[in-house]
Each structure stands twice: as structure tokens, then as C-alpha cells.
């Protein structure tokens, strides 16, 4: 599987967006222009992230990657089966510094600070 393949359909995406609601034309119609390629940077990094984790773990399914969108960073919470952790994480974190190296590097290509946090 390559990264550009469509994710896996058993991986649980969830959007966590929280855009206030904005009140003149003028200013959606801007928002709008720059809220779609954060909206693709959200995806991608969703994408990136989920690929990621599913190839690390035996329990692909219990996959679970929410993003939230605060101003122009991009905040990624993965959440995988506790027993699965150490997997994720890797022996001295090195496995989580990567992965959290590439979510920032693919960020910047989108032009938004991207963030990664790790749940079991």
C-alpha cells in the first residue's frame, strides 16, 4: 500500500473541527479559500497518520485518529489499543518521534503547524 492509495476502510477517522460560525460574506468567502487547503492538509495528515499506525499494529481496526483544527495548526490525536502501544511508541520513543517528525514535515508542506499526540 502506497500513500496514495485510499485508506483502509476500517480505520475510524474522526473530525473534530470547531470553526466558529462566521457572520459576514465577505469574510466566509476568505475563510473559505483558506479553510480548503487546510481542509486537504487535515485529510492528508489524517491519512498519513492512520497508514502509519495500521502497518505498526496486529489490530489495525482499533485505529483511531481524530483532528482538530485551532486557527492554522492542525492537532492529531491517535488512539490505538493499550496493548498495542509499545509498538506505536517504539523503543525510546523513536518510533513516535518519527512519526511525529513526518505529521510536522507533511504539515509545513500544507503551510499549517501540525501536532501529533499518542493515546493508548
Same mark, same amino acid.
Given at each position: 500500500?502506497?500513500?496514495?492509495?485510499?485508506?483502509?476502510?476500517?480505520?475510524?477517522?474522526?473530525?473534530?473541527?470547531?470553526?466558529?460560525?462566521?457572520?459576514?460574506?465577505?469574510?466566509?468567502?476568505?475563510?473559505?479559500? +483558506?479553510?480548503?487547503?487546510?481542509?486537504?492538509?487535515?485529510?492528508?495528515?489524517?491519512?498519513?497518520?492512520?497508514?502509519?499506525?495500521?502497518?505498526?499494529?496486529? +489490530?489495525?481496526?482499533?485505529?483511531?485518529?481524530?483532528?482538530?483544527?485551532?486557527?492554522?495548526?492542525?492537532?492529531?490525536?491517535?488512539?490505538?489499543?493499550?496493548?498495542?502501544?509499545?509498538?506505536?511508541?517504539?523503543?525510546?520513543?523513536?518510533?513516535?518521534?518519527?512519526?511525529?517528525?513526518?505529521?510536522?514535515? +507533511?504539515?509545513?508542506?500544507?503551510?499549517?503547524?501540525?501536532?501529533?499526540?499518542?493515546?493508548?
Amino acid at each position: 500500500m502506497t500513500m496514495t492509495d485510499t485508506p483502509r476502510d476500517d480505520v475510524n477517522l474522526v473530525d473534530t473541527d470547531q470553526d466558529p460560525l462566521e457572520t459576514d460574506a465577505h469574510e466566509s468567502e476568505a475563510s473559505e479559500d +483558506a479553510g480548503g487547503a487546510t481542509d486537504n492538509a487535515r485529510e492528508d495528515l489524517r491519512e498519513l497518520v492512520a497508514y502509519l499506525a495500521t502497518n505498526l499494529i496486529d +489490530a489495525p481496526e482499533d485505529v483511531r485518529v481524530s483532528v482538530e483544527r485551532r486557527g492554522s495548526a492542525v492537532h492529531l490525536r491517535l488512539q490505538v489499543p493499550e496493548e498495542e502501544l509499545g509498538k506505536v511508541i517504539g523503543r525510546q520513543g523513536r518510533i513516535a518521534r518519527a512519526m511525529r517528525t513526518a505529521v510536522m514535515i +507533511a504539515g509545513a508542506r500544507h503551510d499549517v503547524r501540525a501536532s501529533l499526540d499518542i493515546e493508548g
